[in-house]
Nanobody
Framework: QVQLQESGPGLVKPSQTLSLACTVSGVSVTSNSYVWRWIRQPPGKGLEWMASIDPSGRVYYRPSHRSRTAISRDTSKNQFTLRLNSVSPEDTGAYYC??????WGQGTQVTVSS
């Protein structure tokens, strides 16, 4: 059974970098069967796909955030991570990691505020 668990800071100051990790259990993060994704939901809004990484390591980003987003895998921890630079209050929301098999983490709340 594949399970995902997000971790990261609940509060980030404007202009800083948000770093989130998704710990994967039940399958290797380098599995050929999975594309890993980060998705967020701002308050009062719908889900927004942020980034994906496929089994070959190719990355895909939401066009509007491409310049300040990075997704990567950490095989030593069986995690994949999201970095979002130069955050602003508009980046506040619930952040979820997900796998292409339909798995979702429970989400982690991020607030950008000074």
């Amino acid at each position: 059974q594949v399970q995902l668990q997000e971790s990261g800071p609940g509060l980030v100051k404007p202009s800083q970098t948000l770093s989130l990790a998704c710990t994967v259990s039940g399958v290797s993060v380098t599995s050929n069967s999975y594309v890993w994704r980060w998705i967020r939901q701002p308050p009062g809004k719908g889900l927004e796909w942020m980034a994906s990484i496929d089994p070959s390591g190719r990355v895909y980003y939401r066009p509007s955030h491409r310049s300040r987003t990075a997704i990567s895998r950490d095989t030593s921890k069986n995690q994949f991570t999201l970095r979002l630079n130069s955050v602003s209050p508009e980046d506040t929301g619930a952040y979820y990691c997900a796998g292409s098999g339909g798995e979702w983490g429970q989400g982690t709340q991020v607030t950008v505020s000074s």
